[in-house]
């Protein structure tokens, strides 16, 4: 009776399968919405790229370009996961007309039920393009009116082929408070910058600085670090209109922000930066808060990145690790331009599925011992594990929050390892005392490195660690 009732079982899931992949694989109809959908991403990012390079100053056409940029990527996104899973689902199809035994069920059923919710996704996003591009005659029109920028400039790690990456409508937005009309009594205004840990606050601020319409619209534009506005007492600024970046890493009293807001002249604009949400009270206009790409924005950064100037389709099982190597970073800016760095230099299959576990190990150990992402550990000022990514485990290895290393403060004292050098270290030595990691250095003056220490701790069972070496064990505990 078992025996029956299992047969009887497995010809139905059969049978199931089989309709299901009719379904998914519908290939003519799959084929015609993805040549569909590669047709409007082409016209949309056209249309993206144009606004990048114009100043626009209405709000609502800001928000049509918001629209359309997160619909660009959302069907970027679509685009390459049914790139990826093509042969996945031949492969399906293959095995259930050639195989006389059941699919299991574990393997097939949720996978295709996926497709074939991704198949429908695929018309939606199309239909959705569709009504994107039949009302953008208008923003197209009124866009040709707005006035182009002379000259994009060259910018941190947010970049592709030496341009800047995303923020598209935040950089209009900046532009627009720095360029708009004196507020009231000519007093200085000020912008609030907040956002998390290198989301891109800096980047974005400073590629808006070295634009040409903004860096002759002040008399001058300076730089000025928190904990300096203390000392700054007798100091006074220049009584023309400038432009003031402060970055503050810890909250100020409103008596100390009074004397230094004071002390800039009328006209002028001041730029908060900062991760502390508390410092928007000191803004005369909303803050903005800039927050982190999205998940299909940040795919394909890291895959541009990973590629450089290589053909992802011709590299199709690349492109699939690729996708699952950005999962695994979690957002993380900094990491993406490491990892991809060391990615390009070798288009190998099997090299990429070796820093795909590599990674994935130090992250699933930072999981299990801390319940969660490295990331966001070190985000929240906290070291994280990184003991796995070494080859050699007689001590245990954390990397310490990430701080900025200008070119000329460096501790030459410390090794300085790049982080590709840490991920790949086959015979590498690495250093038993505290080193330096090099997470991504800038390719312009002054030449910026993203850096963290790594300290370490001795693992045997009953050894003791060195007074000097207490310090840091009571940082990671």
Not at 77 to 103: G, K, V, Y
Request: hydrophobic residues 40%; positive net charge.
């Amino acid at each position: 009776m078992e025996t029956a009732i299992s047969a009887i079982t497995g010809d139905l899931i059969s049978r199931v399968v089989s309709y299901l992949i009719k379904k998914c694989l519908d290939r003519p109809a799959i084929d015609e919405n993805l040549e569909r959908l590669q047709q409007l991403l082409l016209r949309i990012h056209a249309v993206v790229e144009e606004a990048d390079g114009r100043y626009i100053t209405n709000s609502r056409m800001l928000m049509q370009l918001k629209f359309l940029v997160a619909s660009m990527y959302q069907g970027y996104h679509l685009l390459d996961t049914f790139r990826c899973r093509s042969l996945a689902w031949s492969l399906i199809h293959e095995e259930s007309t050639t195989s006389s035994i059941p699919l299991k069920r574990s393997r097939t059923i949720p996978g295709i039920l996926r497709n074939f919710a991704e198949s429908n996704n695929l018309r939606s996003v199309v239909e959705n393009l569709e009504d994107a591009i039949a009302n953008l005659s208008e923003f197209v029109m009124l866009l040709g009116g707005c006035e182009r920028m002379c000259r994009r400039p060259y910018d941190a790690y947010l970049y592709i082929d030496n341009f800047m990456f995303g923020c598209h409508v935040e950089k209009q937005q900046v532009m627009n408070f720095l360029l708009s009309a004196p507020g009231c009594h000519g007093a200085p205004m000020v912008l609030p910058v907040i956002g998390g840990c290198t989301v891109g606050k800096k980047t974005l601020v400073s590629h808006v600085c070295k634009n040409d319409h903004v860096r002759s619209h002040f008399s001058s534009i300076l730089f000025v670090h928190g904990d300096s506005i203390e000392r700054m007492d007798d100091v006074k600024f220049s009584t023309e209109p400038t432009l003031v970046v402060a970055e503050f890493v810890k909250d100020v009293d409103d008596d100390r922000w009074v004397k230094f807001y004071s002390t800039i002249a009328e006209g002028s604009r001041v730029i908060i930066i900062s991760r502390i949400q508390n410092l928007a009270r000191f803004g005369t206009v909303k803050p903005f808060v800039l927050d982190s790409l999205s998940r299909e924005e940040y795919r394909y950064l890291f895959k541009m990145l990973a590629f450089g100037s290589a053909d992802e389709k011709d590299y199709p099982n690349l492109a699939s690790v690729a996708n699952q190597i950005a999962i695994v970073l979690n957002g993380s800016l900094v990491a993406a331009n490491a990892i991809a760095d060391l990615l390009r230099r070798n288009l190998d299959i099997q090299f990429w599925l070796r820093i795909l576990r590599r990674f994935k190990g130090m992250v699933d150990y930072n999981l299990s011992k801390y319940g969660d992402h490295p990331k966001n550990i070190l985000d929240n000022e906290c070291p994280i594990d990184i003991t796995t990514l070494s080859s050699s485990y007689p001590t245990s290895r954390f990397l310490m929050p990430p701080r900025v290393e200008k070119d000329n403060c460096r501790k030459r004292k410390l090794a300085h390892i790049s982080f590709g050098d840490l991920m790949n270290n086959g015979g590498m030595v690495i250093p038993d005392d505290k080193f330096v990691v090099v997470g991504w250095e800038s390719r312009l003056p002054p030449y910026t490195r993203f850096v963290n220490d790594v300290e370490y701790a001795v693992m045997n069972h009953g050894s003791t660690i060195s007074s000097r070496k207490r310090r840091s064990r009571h940082l990671i505990s």
